[in-house]
């Protein structure tokens, strides 16, 4: 508590500074030549140092940057963009780091269009700036359903995935293969407490039971006498809602309490990146739904091995995500002929994609990007043949089950 | 004359930041001697031993021991070269029991007294050795202070107030005690408010008012004007 | 009943870490008047060596056990003689910035060369499943982790009640300035005493490895119930540290059983509470004026 104090006023000063700093930028350009600027900008505003870096951070750069290859040698001297630049921020998963970096992206480093931004509140906050500075937003590392609900706006896309697919992913499929009774664990904060609503829908829409909704503190490290009463009820399977660091410790403990044998484990958010930082024994039969996973096929294993070309790891769903998420803004521009917003969203608007990214996927109405997504459960270490080939892939979930129809609290 | 003076302090001035407590004090102390430092609360007593076990820095003057100037050494040095300090408070251990309180610091000088010794002297902490330090009473507490820089063969005992707080009964065996150690040729510098009991243990007194020493008497005339003390000190 | 068991045992388990750091916290504490902020980076330190060692040279986690607390009474010794030592003449407060700049500096730096998303770490053979005793099925880690805390304490118990060494430190956690006035140079125990208190949070730390995240974080969240446990049990003593984190780690798994939503608050109101009828802690003293 102590140590937030000096960190906050640095925050606040810092923001205070940029933000001036903002204001004698000027006011956005007009669109009077095809370009803005004689340039496309791409910021990528994402977590460089914290708990996310890994997940996406700076690899997600890379992977904007092959994109940006890719279209110029489709396109060649026939590319509207000819120059096209990455600007890059750490918004340290703070909402009030991420309006302002937003603000100094969209104003002073005249970005076209922001990539990425994990952490929920953050990505709330650039998709405000967004619609007030009318330049483009692309999550893809944020799962709020928000983005495409009560805060939807016409300048922002959701690209990957959100917490309602995760459920109904995770819970419709668990269930239908048997896992009908569920106990729910689950942090005691806003994403916690949505994902433990929206799975708890999702199990007994499909016909399952959730016996117990289990609260835990959060950050916490010590889940054992929550595991204890989660098994109390001998359910089929008990669902985590934790992430990061918190999801580590409950995994840990629930093996080592000897769970495995008793109830499958299901988790509501996993990288792949939790499973390699875990050892994959520790997660070995868990099951989870992951937008995309770099060994699923041929396409998708090539792409992965030109990244790991440049970055010496895999990728996760965030990098590729970021990839495709700026393929199909340079694209649209190209289409556009223009980066002038209104025209590239009508480029994007109702496109049919399939990239190594997105299969049947397609931009809907409420700028929710939908396309098929992956039961996937996690790999015993024995069948695991290389580094990173963690995920069996038990189902595909189609493009149109996947995710949730467009939410009528979307007025855009 | 000189040459016997075990403690000498010339000119000593002490400060709690920018407050003086002390102000230009000399006095001294000679072999199996025992020398009284009366005065009101506040008069500075307690700052003047603490500034001859260097546990209070801020001062100027000098303080010799045993014809050694002492400087800036250290507490631990100054207990070790034979100075033996009994705080006000008595100092004991509350997480130590009765023989660990008299064992802890270490012996410095030959004639300090074996354990036997000490528990012959006080057959009461003989009795309670395994008890833990506090669980005694105040005057046992007293004695095991005192008892304990005995052990240790300091040459000159700091007693900082030794009769406060006990029954006149008590405070009788104390004072046998400080003509005990007298006795055995080992000198005391006794911080004390009870005039009675000063004058029947001590040879030469000190008088301190407001940090500065006011007068300097002998035994005879100190029981002479005992009255006039008292009323001084607003006994 | 048996579920009541397995909590209590779960809080025992949890309550061993919380009093093998809070040991050392204490010992500093009282030695050194130092409140030292990078314990909980220390404990991290403790875990991610565990780690490291195990991918790097294959270290078991028994072998461990001993290794890392030696490696971490180094760093100690370091912290002390390089930087702690000369801030010791100012007010605490210097020292607490120091310690609260250095756990900042050391979390960077894990997480500049081991990344954010934590270190694996193998189970330990013979650590896993469950023992049964009786119709009773108790984790056979966290009766290892109960048992192991209790050793470790008390063995910390016989070194500070049977040897002269622990006579000098127990003394000189009470009260430094009379015990130097006493004629022990408690100077000279500054330093191994510093190396021996971040020892024990590494042993924290290696304890935790199999069984938590291996985070650079893990330290931060740890290093505040840390400084509730000593208000519990009172800053500078002993016994107070470890029977505090053994309480602590029941009151936390009793909480989380019977009332999660209030889990984490309950510490901070049973501090509130010492505090408040008890100001210098369980076992502290008051300050004599």
Not at chain 3, 181 to 186: C, K, P
């Amino acid at each position: 508590m102590r140590s937030k104090k000096p960190a906050a006023a640095v925050a606040a000063a810092v923001c205070g500074s940029l933000a001036l700093a903002a204001c004698g930028g000027g006011g956005p350009s007009s669109g009077g030549g095809k370009l803005s600027n004689d340039k496309v900008v791409l910021g990528l505003l994402n977590d460089q140092s914290g708990v996310y870096k890994d997940l996406s951070g700076p690899n997600a750069k890379i992977a904007i940057q092959m994109a940006i290859d890719d279209y110029k040698a489709k396109y060649g001297a026939k590319a509207v963009a000819k120059t096209i630049e990455i600007v890059t921020a750490d918004h340290q998963n703070k909402p009030d780091i991420a309006n302002t970096k937003a603000q100094e992206m969209y104003d002073r480093q005249n970005a076209d269009v922001i990539l990425d931004v994990p952490t929920s509140s953050a990505a709330l906050a650039v998709a405000s700036q967004a619609k007030a500075k009318k330049k483009l937003f692309i999550d893809v590392t944020a799962g709020t359903t928000k983005l495409t609900g009560s805060a939807c706006n016409k300048y922002t896309y959701a690209w990957a995935y959100d917490t309602a697919m995760l459920a109904k992913g995770t819970g419709t499929t668990v269930v239908k293969k048997g896992g009908k009774s569920w106990s729910i664990v689950y942090p005691d904060y806003a994403f916690g407490q949505d994902m433990q609503k929206s799975f708890t829908k999702a199990v007994t829409d499909a016909g399952g039971t959730v016996q117990q909704n289990i609260p835990t503190p959060f950050p916490n490290d010590n889940f054992a006498t929550f595991i204890t009463k989660a098994a109390s009820t001998n359910p089929k399977v008990i669902g985590i809602m934790a992430a990061g660091g918190d999801l580590i410790n409950f995994v840990k403990q629930y093996n080592q309490a000897g769970m495995q044998s008793k109830a499958q484990l299901a988790v509501g958010l996993m990288f792949i990146t939790d499973i390699h930082s875990l050892g994959v024994d520790q997660f070995a039969g868990t099951s989870f739904t992951d937008p995309w996973y770099w060994n699923l096929d041929a396409k998708n294993r090539a792409w992965a091995d030109k990244f790991q070309a440049k970055t010496n790891t895999r990728p996760s769903f965030a990098h590729a995500g970021n990839y495709s998420a700026a393929m199909n803004y340079l694209e649209a521009v190209q289409a556009a002929g223009t980066d002038a917003s209104e025209a590239v969203i009508k480029a994007l608007d109702g496109k049919k994609i399939n990239d190594i990214f997105l299969r049947n996927g397609e931009v809907r109405s409420d700028h929710r990007v939908i396309h098929d997504v992956y039961l996937a459960k996690v790999k015993s270490k024995n069948q695991v043949k290389e580094p990173w080939d963690y995920e069996q892939i038990v189902e595909t979930i189609p493009a149109a089950d996947a995710f949730e129809p467009v939410s009528p609290d979307c007025h855009m | 004359m000189l040459e016997n003076r075990v403690l000498e302090i010339d000119g000593l001035s002490a400060w709690y930041g920018e407050a003086r407590v002390l102000t230009d004090v000399s006095l001294s102390v000679h072999e199996g001697e025992v020398v009284t430092l009366v005065g009101r609360n506040g008069a500075g007593k307690t700052t003047l031993l603490r500034s001859v076990m260097g546990l209070h820095r801020q001062i100027e003057g000098t303080v010799r021991f045993a014809g050694t100037e002492l400087g800036r050494r250290s507490p631990d040095a100054r207990a070790r070269a034979g100075l033996g300090w009994v705080p006000d408070d008595r100092g004991i251990y509350a997480s130590l029991t009765v023989s660990e309180n008299l064992l802890l610091p270490p012996v410095v000088h030959p004639d300090g007294w074996s354990l036997e010794q000490v528990y012959q002297a006080f057959p009461v902490l003989a009795d309670r050795r395994s008890s833990m330090g506090t669980q005694l009473s105040g005057g046992e507490q007293q004695m095991l202070a005192i008892a304990r820089v005995l052990r240790m063969g300091s040459r000159l005992l700091l007693l900082d107030e030794p009769s406060e707080g006990l029954a006149p009964v008590i405070v009788q065996r104390i004072g046998a005690i400080i003509r005990e150690i007298k006795a055995a040729g080992v000198a005391v510098l006794l911080v004390e408010q009870n005039v009675k009991f000063a004058a029947t243990v001590a040879d030469r007194h000190y008088l301190l008012a407001q940090g500065r020493v006011v007068e300097s008497l002998d035994n005879d005339s100190f029981q002479a004007r005992e009255s006039e003390l008292l009323t001084y000190l607003g006994m | 009943m048996s579920a009541f068991v397995q909590y209590t045992l779960q809080g025992l388990a949890a309550g061993g870490f919380y009093a093998l750091a809070a040991l050392g916290l204490a010992v500093i504490f009282g030695v050194l008047g130092v409140v030292n902020f990078s314990h909980g980076a220390c404990y991290m330190l403790g875990a991610v060596a565990a780690a490291v060692l195990l991918d790097v040279v294959g270290m078991h986690f028994w072998v461990a056990l001993v290794v890392v607390p030696i490696l971490l009474f180094v760093v100690g010794v370091l912290m002390e003689r390089l930087l702690v030592r000369w801030l010791l003449r100012l007010d605490p407060l210097y020292n607490f910035l120091l310690t609260f700049g250095l756990s900042l500096i050391l979390v960077d730096v894990v997480k500049r060369r081991y990344g954010v998303s934590g270190l694996p770490y193998e189970r330990p053979a013979g650590l896993d499943g469950q023992l049964h005793i009786g119709a009773l099925g108790l984790s056979t880690y966290q009766v290892f982790a109960c048992l192991f805390s209790f050793l470790i304490c008390g063995l910390v118990w016989l070194l500070l009640t049977r040897t002269r060494v622990g006579m000098i430190v127990r003394a000189s956690t009470e009260d430094a300035e009379r015990t130097r006035a006493l004629g022990i140079n408690v100077g000279r125990w500054v330093t191994p005493v510093f190396g021996f208190g971040i020892a024990l949070a590494g042993l924290a730390g290696v304890m935790a490895a199999p069984f938590r995240a291996i985070t650079a974080d893990m330290g931060s969240n740890f290093v505040i119930i840390l400084f509730a446990v000593v208000v519990i049990g009172g800053l500078g003593s002993i016994l107070g540290a470890v029977v505090a984190g053994f309480l602590v780690g029941l009151v936390e798994a009793y909480g989380q059983a019977y009332a999660p939503a209030f889990a984490q608050v309950v510490i901070f109101v049973l501090m509130a509470g010492v505090v408040l009828f008890r100001p210098a802690g369980l076992f502290g003293r008051e300050e004599t004026a």
